[in-house]
């Protein structure tokens, strides 16, 4: 066998080209014209194809690579010697990928242009730059993608269609690498500016958001909890030696009815890590999230055994967690292992919002900014004190219903009937 490498051909007066995908890997094998890697410019996506029928031994470039005319793309040791007559026939052809030179074509004009196919060198092309924009950021392979348009062309349409489908088996190169639109003018063009370094934790969290939003199916139930009753009862409170009034947040009470309804419903407190396989996992621990705002950024550590805590002794470690956070003092394994979270902007305002799942969980609480309303009952409108709640959910393993009787739970275990049962 002959060792042999395939390079980039002429591609008119450009260089620097953007690798935007690698369709081949070292060891397989590959016959004249299959697509090997696709190259784009500002507004055109091209493939280039193998020239020769062989074995893959070493490829040499990744995506995100620039490269420009004689750039080695991979190593190959074919199967015949047709080098001298295959780079013959590969030489005529003259690519060009800006789409406003007299003599250069748009993907589409490519697609359409049935000159271009030679003996040896076919310049294949399933889909607009549009459409390959579009899968890219869905984190969908296009090659995957049955077209339904003449001769397998991929629209947008028949991405969505892939994506409902696939929901479960989409890449995920979305959530480790997200394509971002890249601005045509710099910022400062347009006023003075400012560039900062994004805090660390928020460099470290956008992944997992990413990640949680990329491939949880969310839905939202907004609900409010009637806890006029749970008020009263926790401005009432007060040390029984010195007599002094407790300073207890709701969230302690919050911590606590969340943790009861946990318990009636175990699917609001597993992981589906494992779905691809049909497993789901049921925790029968009780470690409640808290996301805490500090000047670093959102962090989300985890009360440990709520189940078997008091209202006091649930609010003196809120108080702890929330001050190692803000310190930098919490340990990394604090903010791992979590039943379900709870994030509050109570103290801040607001009403409803959707919170975004902190995976492996399955769901987790928003809750808002309690304030009095008049609601009607038994005919006649009384001022009660509201608590907006927002729950999202996983939907792959929690159905609407489900999600409701769960609210339902939760704002009894908030309300007049379960308020003291609470504080034990």
Known sequence: MLKKDIKVPNIGEF????????????GQDIKINDPLITIESDKSSVEIPSTENGNISLVNVKVGDKVSEGDKILEIETINNLAEKNETEFAKQKISIDSKKEKNFTLNEITNNQNLTTENFTLKSSASPKVRKFARELGVDIFQVKGSERKGRVTERDIKLFVSSKSDKIVKNQSQNPEQIKQEFSHSEFGNVEVKDIPRIKRLSSKYLINSWTNIPHVTNHDEADITELEEFRNSLSDIYTGEKKKITPLAFIVKALTASLKKFPNFNSSIDQIDDGKMTLKKYYHIGIAVDTPHGL???????????????????LKKLSEKCKNLKIEKKELFGGSMTITSLGGIGGSFFTPIINYPEVAILGIGKSEKKQILIDGKFITRTMLPLSLSYDHRIIDGAEAARFNNDLKENLGKNFAYKLAV
């Open 299 to 317: 962090m989300v550590p985890k009360l440990r055994n709520a189940d078997n805590k008091n209202i006091s002794l649930i609010s003196i470690e």
């Open 15 to 26: 260089s620097d080209v953007e690798v935007v995908e690698v369709l081949v890997k070292k």
